[in-house]
């Protein structure tokens, strides 16, 4: 495949659009500057630095955190006995309210023959998130891992469409537990995209970058945040630090973001760990955060999101601006309304949300857990079998 140049780019959300570079690159993009940083000199995050910076716990009551962080996944059910890690959450729902959801957001197994009529004449291109899409959500991040029935669907799926998997987690931890070659990644919330190398589009693109890969195979590189590095590193570091008090939070980096989990925080703990981060993100205004499935996730303040690599992706493959094209974009979670978004308001394609629960979207369609996504793509595949068959 060669990627083409693209041109959507990252178009920075800074407040303070004056504040440029001579070379025309905003500010927030510019190389990390110590000024920012919230650490003591030698860098290592103290406590009396750590005291100026904790606000009023009622911050993160009054500014919606604490909701938004209760309200970030389905309650789970009770459970009496500790689980292993690699135990998959479950979740409580109302069985009767969820069906008139679905009114709204049809079941897209039951919706498969309307979706393929609309493919008939074109070509599809799959888009994947990963956690609780193609993985069930567990309490250990570690821990999930995709079935080896999901893997080998799949991998069908890549040999007859486009398919890209476009994450919250850095791209190397997605392909590690994806482990095919024949997909496209996203990483990072779609801010380290790797595709084939194309003299053009890393000539073209001043995000692009010329890369070699773990088997010395020359690669092409997309990382509009590449200059938040330094800082992404030194808030994962402190992140670290001022959850270490708190029983069962956990901080991951994933480059260009950092996640940090409270599902395994007792719930009395959660306003506590709100307010720590809400107090070191605070002095960090080209950061920002976000709310996931009880994870709040750190990133840097620029215009760019899975919807946007969703963009990238079909012009990298020569797939956008054209009729013959249907991109389908599975995911459950609010990052992933970005690309939703992207594909109702062109009317371009169907997005799809998993969802065990009621959650209003973008999505035209809904599964319900990583099993129908399976089920749906495992019917996509014989039905293009078929198709293909007919015509020979
Ligand atoms: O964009 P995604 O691929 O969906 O990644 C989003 C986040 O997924 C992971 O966290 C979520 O899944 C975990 C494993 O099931 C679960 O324990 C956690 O509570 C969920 O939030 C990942 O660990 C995060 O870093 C990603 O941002």
Redesign the pocket.
């Known amino acids: 495949m060669d990627l083409k140049p693209p041109h959507v780019s990252p178009i920075l959300t800074d407040p303070v659009p004056s504040n440029k570079s001579r070379l025309g690159i905003h500010s927030s993009l510019l190389a990390y500057s110590q000024q920012d940083s919230p650490l003591s000199n030698s860098g290592k995050y103290t406590k009396s630095n750590s005291k100026k910076n904790m606000g009023n716990l009622d911050d993160v009551r009054s500014n919606g955190w604490l909701d938004a962080m209760k309200a970030?996944?389905p309650p789970r059910k009770k459970s009496t006995h500790k689980g292993s890690s690699a135990q998959v959450?479950s979740f409580d729902y109302d069985v009767e309210d969820y069906n008139l959801w679905m009114l709204g957001y049809p079941s897209a197994l039951d919706a498969f023959e309307k979706i393929v009529d609309r493919a008939k004449d074109k070509k599809i291109a799959m888009f994947l998130?990963?956690?609780?899409?193609?993985?069930?959500?567990?309490?250990?991040?570690?821990?999930?891992f995709m079935s080896e029935p999901m893997r080998t669907t799949v991998q069908s799926v890549a040999k007859y469409f486009p398919t890209a998997?476009?994450?919250?987690?850095s791209r190397d931890?997605?392909f590690d537990l994806v482990k095919l070659t024949e997909l496209y990644y996203a990483g990072s919330?779609g801010m380290d995209i790797i595709g084939p190398v194309s003299d053009i589009l890393s000539v073209n693109h001043p995000n692009c970058i010329k890369s070699t890969d773990q088997q010395g195979k020359e690669i092409t590189l997309f990382q509009p945040a590449r200059e938040f590095l330094p800082m992404i590193d030194e808030v994962f570091k402190t992140l670290i630090e001022i959850t270490k008090d708190i029983e069962g939070a956990?901080v991951?980096n994933?480059k260009f973001?950092v996640?940090v989990?409270?599902?395994?925080v007792e719930e009395n703990n959660w306003t506590t760990i709100g307010q720590r981060v809400h107090d070191i993100i605070k002095n960090y205004p080209r950061l920002r955060s976000t709310h996931?499935?009880?994870?709040l996730?750190i990133r840097p303040v620029i215009d760019w999101n899975?919807g946007k690599a969703v963009e990238f992706l079909l012009e990298s493959l020569g797939l956008t601006n054209r009729n013959d094209v249907l991109p389908i974009y599975i995911?459950?979670?609010k990052?992933?309304e970005d690309a939703f978004k992207v594909l109702r308001e062109r009317n371009r394609g169907y997005g799809i949300l998993v969802s065990l629960a009621r959650k209003e979207s973008n999505a035209l369609y809904s599964l319900r857990d990583p099993n129908e996504v399976m089920k749906f793509l495992q019917l996509l595949v014989n039905w293009k079998r078929d198709q293909e068959t007919v015509k020979k």
Do not use: F, Q
């Not at 998130?129 to 999930?144: M, N, W």
């Not at 998997?165 to 987690?169: C, L, M, N």
């Not at 996931?292 to 994870?295: A, D, E, H, M």
């Open positions: 970030s996944s959450a998130d990963y956690d609780g899409t193609l993985s069930p959500i567990v309490e250990d991040p570690d821990c999930a998997i476009i994450s919250g987690r931890k997605v919330h956990k991951e994933h973001c996640s989990h409270y599902r395994n996931g499935r009880k994870v996730e899975k995911g459950d979670d990052t992933d």
